[in-house]
């Protein structure tokens, strides 16, 4: 084979990343918490660095719950939570640089949407 065909060749396809579900192991979650950042809030709390994990993942719970129930939540002096969703586009043709061109249709998606509060803006800025 020459070089140029084996350049053409397609690298194998990637694992489908799979979605987080409260059947997963409790905690797997949050393996992506430093550990840093468990040790200083577990510092400041002057708790255990497991008990915070707990309420880590309590939290998260709690916030799953809202967020499904209500389409937003808020974390006192911190954040708002909110779902935005994104409308369906049809597969359609449009014209691009005086050339006709098929564009795909999108699926509706869904969106978190967090933005910071404003006592927690003015802590920042201190």
Do not use: W
Not at 56 to 85: D, F, Y
Not at 98 to 110: L, Q, S
Request: charged letters at 35%; glycine letters at 2%.
């Amino acid at each position: 084979m020459s070089q140029k065909a084996e350049k053409k060749k397609r690298a194998p396809a990637k694992p489908a990343l799979k979605k987080a579900s409260e059947e997963d192991d409790e905690g797997q979650h949050l393996k992506r918490f430093s550990i840093e950042f468990l040790a200083d809030v577990a510092a400041v709390c002057q708790l255990p660095t497991n008990d915070v994990r707990k309420v880590l993942e309590g939290l998260r719970k709690v916030l799953l719950k809202q967020m499904k129930a209500k389409r937003s939540t808020k974390i006192p002096n911190i954040a708002l939570l909110r779902i935005k969703t994104l409308k369906a586009r049809p597969a359609t043709r449009k014209m691009l640089f005086g050339v006709e061109k098929e564009v795909r249709a999108k699926p509706e998606t869904k969106r978190v949407i967090c933005t910071a509060l404003k006592a927690f803006q003015v802590d920042c800025r201190d």
